[in-house]
């Protein structure tokens, strides 16, 4: 059906749908700098930035599981956990360097933990990590004690707010997991045999592709990356609350679908999730300056989801292929 | 006939439902004796309508196959409560409440029908679009408040009671169960569920009018849906905007519970009405020991998490 695409693309290449993210975003801060004097500042430009630096790791991870016909709902609170992890030992220690280990080691545990229950158990990974998503919230619960975990030492804050040759080091984090994940993507056989499983598992197994394994290794790397973004949210706020990450999965998937990446399989584009966070926060930001309670934002981005597949379904004209993709 | 009846409801399944049921009754009682009374019967019963409800819709959803789920249930719960009291209060007539409620549920799943069917998207990502929109726009419509002014005879039959069972469960939960079971065993529809769960190719090749009865069955877990939202309305006397949180996971977990399998073409709705009540004892067990509501969440979880693994470790082993 889709042709996987594959190796010419270029690091930040864009084609139609980037082109016209990139267009949105800027009609966007067009449209809210017109509509509300607070909004065209370099404070709040910064502010935008700022927010969206855990969900533009975080994003990259879901872009591979949605390109794999993947999906984790409990990613928020996966940072939650790691959060609470980094919290606790810079508590007890205030030493930065084991913090910085700490996130990506316990991402990468609970990453194995839901490869375990979706990939060795075969359980649809909607339900399965359905399921997780309630065990880690009674999780993060317990362990936070019924209070916040506040007052963290600003050791990790005065680490990570450095720059390193005039580069914010989260834009250099940003910088390396985007071309790290872009590699594995488009460059080693691991990025190709993602698209083939994704395009279809069935097909993958039998051209002899390690399907479990590739699919493993993906829960694992989000894992990773999202241990990366809590790091970065201690980092940023010092303090871990009791609904930390409730609304970062939905917003990830989002943006994912934003960016282009089809779920069907065979299209999957980084720079398109990298723009499609952008958008996200930016309509979350212009949206609540202009005097939209927040309360609103999760009907804005449900509604952004469907709009944006029902859009691409009615472009790519109707029913599309569902026997071929019967997959929860 | 027999193959079907072997579908309907393993009675495997059924047995070890009522095992650990009575564990978890054994248990409790072990741990605190005062809760042996009617009362308790009364309050899980209560409990359980709402959750039996929007199981049964999701039961069906799944049965039928095709990858069907329907995540936003607990959302549609909540804003077809709202929708409903709202109305009241621009002038709707009482009398046309009960019906309002279940119209509004039932015009939430054809939008989730419609995403399915006529856009063909993948049902877990739309309805979990779906989700977020429903119980946002519950929350951010109100603000977050509580609806009140609940006619009183609603309340007469929201909080009545008949020798112990109450009025909700014994004339919505039990006559929709035995309604779909009936459905389910003895007429076409039934057999074209199972079917076009079981092998959805082969349903459409024999004519099977397969998109209808799935846009149906949308359609009918969100009407569910709206009566759950009845239930809340009629029983807490007003219309909650967060009535319906966590009743997405609650519901797949009975569904998974009760023998339905996640591929669809298996199961029955016997099994769900036993993971309910199973479900909701086990709830009201933790809530009579003073364990803190935030359990709950993480135990319902982990049940789901178990169940579809000891359904894949039996299906191998079988195999």
């Known amino acids: ?82 959060a609470i992890a980094i919290g606790r030992v810079l508590g007890a220690d205030g030493n930065p360097l084991l913090a910085i280990v700490v996130g990506p080691l316990v991402g990468a545990l609970l ?79 691991y990025g190709l045999h993602l698209l083939a499983i994704g395009n279809s598992e069935e097909k993958a197994r039998l051209s002899g592709i390690p399907v479990i394994k590739v699919r493993f290794i993906t829960f694992v790397i989000s894992g990773v990356l999202t241990g990366i973004a809590a790091t970065f949210y201690v980092a940023t706020y010092r303090n871990v609350e009791m609904t930390i990450g409730s609304t970062l999965a939905l917003d990830a998937i989002a943006a994912v679908i934003l960016g282009g990446t089809s779920i069907l399989g065979g299209r999957c584009s980084l720079i398109g999730t990298v723009l499609g966070v952008l958008l996200l926060r930016i309509l979350q930001n212009g949206l609540l300056l202009i005097g939209v309670p927040s309360l609103w934002q999760p009907v804005v981005t449900g509604v952004l989801i469907i709009g944006v597949l029902g859009f691409e379904a009615v472009c790519n004209g109707l029913p599309l292929g569902r026997f071929q993709r019967a997959r929860a | 006939m027999k193959t079907l009846r072997n579908l309907q409801g393993p009675a495997l399944t059924l047995a070890l439902l009522c095992a650990l049921w009575l564990i978890v009754i054994v248990g409790l009682l072990a741990l605190k004796p005062s809760v042996y009374n009617l009362g308790t019967v009364t309050t899980i019963l209560q409990f359980s309508t709402i959750l039996a409800l929007v199981g049964l819709g999701q039961g069906l959803v799944i049965m039928a196959g095709g990858a069907g789920i329907d995540l936003s249930v607990g959302g549609a719960v909540s804003l077809s409560a709202i929708v409903a ?27 989730n029908g419609w995403l399915v069917n006529g856009l063909a998207l993948l049902p877990f990502i739309a309805t979990l679009g779906t989700f977020f929109v429903y119980s946002g726009a519950a929350l951010a419509v109100t603000g977050g408040a509580a609806q009140a002014g609940v006619p009183p005879w609603l309340l007469l039959w929201g909080r009545g009671v008949v020798m112990g069972i109450p009025m909700p469960f014994l004339t919505l939960a039990i006559p929709c169960f035995a309604l779909a079971g009936l459905v389910l065993l003895s007429t076409a529809w039934g057999r074209w569920i199972y079917a076009m769960g079981f092998n959805e190719r082969s349903a ?34 007003s219309g909650r905007p967060n009535i319906g949180q966590n009743l997405e996971l609650e519901s797949l977990t009975a569904a998974m519970l009760g023998g339905i399998a996640i591929t669809g073409g298996r199961g029955g709705v016997g099994g ?36 579809l693994l000891a359904d894949r ?7």
Request: glycine share 12%; with cysteine; proline share 4%.
């Open chain 2, 85 to 111: 009291m709202l109305c009241l209060k621009l002038g709707l007539p009482p009398v046309l409440l009960p019906a309002v409620c279940i119209l509004a549920g039932a015009m939430l799943g054809a939008l």
């Open chain 1, 111 to 189: 990453g194995c933990v839901t490869a375990a229950v979706v990939v060795l158990g075969r359980v649809p990974a909607i339900v399965g990590t359905l399921g997780l998503l309630g065990v880690y919230r009674t999780a993060v619960f317990v362990l936070l004690g019924g209070q916040w975990l506040s007052g963290l030492p600003s050791s990790l804050t005065n680490l990570l707010a450095t720059s390193v040759l005039g580069v914010p080091v989260p834009a250099l984090a940003i910088a390396v997991a985007y071309l790290a994940v872009w590699l594995a993507l488009r460059r080693t056989p």
């Open chain 2, 272 to 307: 769900v009405f036993a993971a309910v009540l199973l479900l909701v004892t086990l709830k009201t067990g933790l809530l009579q020991l003073n364990i803190n509501t935030v359990w709950q969440v993480g135990i319902v979880g982990a049940l789901l998490v178990f169940v």
């Open chain 2, 204 to 237: 459409k090749l024999v004519g099977i009018p397969v998109d209808r009865v799935r846009f149906i069955l949308y359609v009918l877990s969100g009407a569910l849906a709206g009566a759950a939202g009845l239930v809340s309305i009629a029983w807490l006397g």
């Open chain 1, 1 to 82: 059906m889709n042709a996987v695409r594959l190796i010419g693309d270029g690091v930040f290449s864009m084609n139609g749908r980037e082109w016209s993210l990139l267009v949105a975003c800027l009609l966007a801060i067009v449209i809210f700098s017109v509509a509300s004097p607070h909004y065209a500042t370099s404070g709040n430009a910064a502010t935008v930035l700022r927010n969206s630096v855990e969900l533009l790791l975080i994003g990259l991870g879901m872009t591979l599981l949605l390109a794999m016909g993947g999906i984790d709902v409990s990613i928020g609170i996966v940072m939650g956990l790691a």
């Open chain 2, 313 to 319: 470790l039996s299906q191998r082993w079988r195999s």
